[in-house]
């Protein structure tokens, strides 16, 4: 299953439909993979298991999230990554539901990880497994990249 925001956040082009958000997901996503050194086989090892098991894939993370202020000072945002998800949902069927079960979703990650105190890295895999059990547990999964 992939995170509703996580993977959709590292590569928005193919979730919105809106070109600046395409662009932007793009620039964001090769900026992240230089500064993390990450290969194309990087990539491919956390599309296809979908965990971050490498120091490469956390710092890959940790920058898309900080990039997208999903994380903040190595801190959860729910209201970063409330932000993503009414851009990813704007103009989508479903839109309002979608985003009151991701507003659900915030909520139980800032409670279950917003006072955790580690690295950036660290907080990056926090935040990767929070929303993706959360996202589980409700059956909403972001679209295949």
């Known amino acids: ?17 809106d070109e600046a958000a395409r662009e932007r997901a ?9 500064q993390a050194g990450a290969t194309d086989d ?22 898309v999230f900080s990039k997208n202020k999903i994380m903040q000072n190595n801190k959860f945002s729910k209201e970063g990554s409330m932000e993503v998800a009414r851009e990813l949902m704007s103009g989508r069927p479903e839109s309002e539901t979608k985003l009151k079960i991701a507003e659900q979703i915030a ?8 006072n955790v105190e580690t690295t950036g890295d660290e907080m990056a895999k926090l935040i990767f497994n929070c929303l993706k059990k959360q996202a589980k547990e409700r059956g909403f999964q972001s679209p295949h990249v």
């Open 1 to 17: 299953m992939k995170v509703f925001v996580l993977l959709a956040v590292a590569l928005v082009a193919y979730a919105s439909a």
């Open 107 to 114: 909520d139980n990650c800032a409670k279950e990880i917003g």
């Open 26 to 34: 793009k620039a964001i996503k090769k900026e992240c993979k230089e």
């Open 42 to 63: 990087d990539l491919k090892e956390l599309k296809e298991k979908d965990e971050l098991l490498s120091p490469v894939n956390k710092k890959l993370m940790a920058c």
